[in-house]
């Protein structure tokens, strides 16, 4: 009986110390920051942002740069081929850049957001 009740705590314990190690911890990096400041100022030369746009827009590419080093940490703990990676990451960069696009709209003007989009074409 001992042993039973042994055996369940060390599994209980690996099961633990398993799901710990799968923990997403994104955070923020120089390189997500200039990537983030790249796009904002793609954004800016495009539709000229005013001081609280720029800053709307950082936050907006910082946000995207977050959620995609999530899902790349995500990727690489479920141990994904190159292969397996493209055809995950297909639907994803859907999404990224369908809510990216949805938040821009948000900040930007009416104008501004016609030019920001034919400029990505």
Same mark, same amino acid.
């Given at each position: 009986?001992?042993?039973?009740?042994?055996?369940?705590?060390?599994?209980?314990?690996?099961?633990?110390?398993?799901?710990?190690?799968?923990?997403?911890?994104?955070? &923020? =990096? &120089?390189?997500?920051?200039?990537?983030?400041?790249? +796009?904002?100022?793609?954004? +800016?030369? =495009?539709?000229?942002? &005013?001081?609280?746009?720029?800053?709307?827009? +950082?936050?907006?590419?910082?946000?995207?740069?977050?959620?995609?080093?999530?899902?790349?940490?995500?990727?690489?703990?479920?141990?994904? =081929?190159?292969?397996?990676?493209?055809?995950?990451?297909?639907?994803?960069?859907?999404?990224?850049?369908?809510?990216?696009?949805?938040?821009?709209?948000?900040?930007?003007?009416?104008?501004?957001?016609?030019?920001?989009?034919?400029?990505?074409?």
């Amino acid at each position: 009986m001992q042993r039973l009740f042994a055996s369940i705590i060390l599994c209980a314990a690996t099961v633990l110390v398993t799901a710990q190690k799968r923990d997403i911890n994104v955070v &923020d =990096t &120089d390189a997500m920051r200039a990537t983030a400041a790249k +796009h904002t100022e793609m954004v +800016h030369q =495009t539709v000229s942002l &005013d001081d609280a746009q720029k800053t709307q827009v +950082h936050e907006i590419y910082m946000d995207y740069e977050r959620k995609l080093d999530g899902l790349n940490q995500r990727l690489d703990q479920g141990g994904f =081929t190159k292969e397996e990676r493209e055809t995950e990451m297909g639907p994803q960069w859907v999404s990224l850049e369908k809510a990216l696009d949805e938040k821009l709209s948000v900040v930007l003007s009416g104008d501004q957001m016609g030019k920001w989009r034919e400029a990505k074409k």
